[in-house]
């Protein structure tokens, strides 16, 4: 259990979260996560596929965790391993594939929407529920995936949307059956590592250097209004119904 990594024949590094039962990701979880993709470009990888063992691929931040912990330090860690994750991923040298099966909530959303390319199972689905839990964050990263007004509406109402919808709108490669997720991300990173890696590499840093929002800096202006809610009482409040409800 927790996070893992093999490396392929073909220098695809395969970071795979094991976070029994659901992948909530506790605040340590957050930063191997990070150290995971970081370590594995610097080690040589072409590419990096981040995948999850389970019933679903991320449910973003152990909130039970949170709750457990004196004070501001558990939203504290969170929100900085956070931070660490998805920078990390954005900031990955070589390309990060995201194979997402079943729910991809929250926190899921921030690392799969900083990923270069998104492969999904036909029952994956994906949202931010920050707005039911007195938080707010991973807008940035639900903003790269479907378009503005779209964005507000599953924002202020915490719905859903479905892997195959996303595939409509562009932002998700493909979509497959379960079975058949980790062979279809592989392909995907066996295409890019037959590449010159020494391409792929300034390609990426290109690609970054164009980007219209700097995600590291839109991510830390969520955050604050997050912290403000949580100085102000609001957030203990969901997430203390959260852990009650016993979601």
Known sequence: MGISTEVTDEQIAVVTMNHPPVNA?????????????TTAADDGARVVILRAEGKGFNA????KEMQQIEGFEGILGANRGC?????????????????VNGFCLGGGVGLVGNADT????????????????????????????????MLRT???????????????????????PRADLDEAALE?????????????RAAKAALNGIDPIDVNASYRFE?????????????DERRDAFVKEGR
């Open 25 to 37: 990701l506790p605040v340590k979880g957050w930063f191997e996560v990070a150290d995971a993709v």
């Open 60 to 63: 973003g931040v152990d909130i």
């Open 83 to 99: 931070y660490a994750a998805f920078k990390a991923i954005y900031e990955c040298p070589v390309p990060v594939i995201a194979a």
């Open 118 to 149: 998104i492969v999904a199972s036909d029952d994956a689905f994906f949202g931010v529920p920050e707005v039911d839990r007195g938080a707010l964050g991973a807008a940035t990263h639900l903003s790269r995936l479907v378009p503005q007004h």
């Open 154 to 176: 599953l924002y202020f109402t915490a719905q859903t949307i479905t892997a195959q919808r996303l595939h409509e709108l562009g932002s998700v490669h493909q979509v497959v």
């Open 188 to 200: 995907v990173a066996r295409q890019i590592a037959a590449k010159d890696p020494r391409v792929i």
């Open 223 to 235: 955050q604050g209004f997050t912290y403000e809610l949580n100085l102000a009482g609001v957030a």
